[in-house]
């Protein structure tokens, strides 16, 4: 078990829908991640959170927005968005964002289509 | 730019010993590390190399040459349950990672 969970696991949503992603993590943690990962292309960071506050934003659209209530949880709020979305989201955790590099710890993603 | 270069996909038979590649270009070095990904699954640690050589751990052993931008990493006694996807990632000089697309491993019996 990884530790870090993420609900739900497929979701299927039409392009005006509102809808949440959820990740949680019981590790103590005090770093979280967003990542969207596209077939056959690397992992893209979209959102970073460190001790709750948001230290990266990749230049991620506004149909994106992320909130970070406390270190162990993370959400991902959808709106408006488009086909070229459908894609798997990942949620990670590490011990923090720091100057060191960090082995991060991976949920098992929201399997997500936009139709 | 920054960029790091797997193949996308290679096929193996069980009992057998492979060896994926990465070679990386980034504005910095701060370690490299392997993530395996079963399909439908969570991307899980394997591995992290900072320093030159062989870091063996059981079958797996990760490998580093930093003069040369290249890792590889290397299964024996492949089993079965080895047929994943396995990322490459490298931390660059501003402790950002940068992720490989990935190299997807095909066992066959």
């Known amino acids: 078990e990884t530790g870090v969970t993420q609900t739900p696991r497929h979701l299927v949503m039409g392009m005006t829908n509102k809808k949440s992603l959820k990740c949680e993590q019981h590790?103590?943690?005090?770093?979280m991640y967003w990542y969207k990962q596209s077939a056959k292309k690397p992992l893209e960071l979209m959102f970073v959170?460190?001790?709750?506050?948001?230290?990266e934003n990749n230049s991620v659209p506004s149909r994106f927005s992320p909130e970070c209530p406390n270190s162990s949880h993370l959400f991902l709020h959808l709106h408006t968005l488009q086909p070229e979305d459908s894609a798997l989201y990942l949620c990670?955790?590490?011990?923090?964002?720091?100057?060191?590099?960090?082995?991060?710890?991976f949920g098992p993603g929201t399997r997500l289509l936009v139709l | 730019g920054q960029n790091i270069d797997q193949p996308t996909e290679m096929t193996a038979t069980e009992g057998a010993i492979v060896q994926i590649n990465c070679t990386y270009q980034t504005s910095g070095f701060n370690g490299l590390f392997w993530y395996q990904q079963h399909a439908g699954e969570a991307p899980t640690f394997l591995s992290y190399?900072?320093l030159d050589g062989l870091e063996e751990k059981g079958r797996f052993s990760s490998f580093l040459s930093r003069s040369k931008g290249y890792s590889y990493l290397l299964l024996k006694e492949l089993q079965m349950k080895d047929s994943a996807s396995y990322l490459c990632a490298v931390t660059d000089s501003n402790y950002q990672l940068i992720w490989g697309a990935g190299t997807k491993l095909i066992i066959k019996p």
């Open positions: 590790l103590g943690h005090n770093a």
């Open positions: 990670a955790s590490s011990q923090e964002w720091s100057g060191r590099p960090e082995t991060q710890y």
């Open positions: 959170y460190n001790f709750k506050e948001q230290t």
């Open positions: 190399n900072v």
